[in-house]
């Protein structure tokens, strides 16, 4: 599920780099959570990508 958000949230970003710049710092701030989450996952030993 994690794969999933952090999917969405870099599809998301993207365009908001492209042309949507009225959110793009909200994408910027979500895609930055969703790295977090990852590498909190990562430290505690489970799987990321379950």
Do not use: C, D, Q, S
């Not at 999917?7 to 977090?36: N, Q």
């Amino acid at each position: 599920m994690l794969l999933t958000i952090a999917f969405i949230l870099l599809i998301l970003w993207f365009l908001g780099v492209i042309g949507v710049y009225t959110i793009g710092w909200f994408i910027h701030i979500l895609l930055v959570v969703a790295i977090i989450l990852f590498l909190i996952r990562v430290i505690r030993g489970e799987n990321p990508l379950k």
